[in-house]
């Protein structure tokens, strides 16, 4: 099994959000992953991009519903 693209970097940090910017530039190297291609046809360029805003999507959704789930347990710890 060969390793993800590297170039796809954690977006999870304590303390520093990540940007929209970040967000849809790793969704757009999934994409590009998956797909094979780095810039596709005309032909595929509706389902590629409907693929990198989704995938945006449920990234930035990931995201929010891990950072609001781990909230409450760091308070309770500290408590």
Sequence with gaps: MR???????T???P????????????????VR???????????NQEAFEAAV???TASSRALLHSLAESAAPAA????G
Excluded at 36 to 42: E, I, K, L, T, W
């Design 15 to 30: 303390g520093e959000p990540a940007t929209e910017d970040e967000v849809r530039a790793a969704a757009l190297q999934f």
């Design 75 to 78: 308070v309770a710890a500290a």
């Design 53 to 55: 805003e989704e995938i």
């Design 3 to 9: 390793a993800m693209c590297r170039s796809i970097k």
């Design 33 to 43: 992953k998956v797909s094979g291609f780095r810039q596709p046809s005309r032909r």
């Design 11 to 13: 977006l999870r940090r």
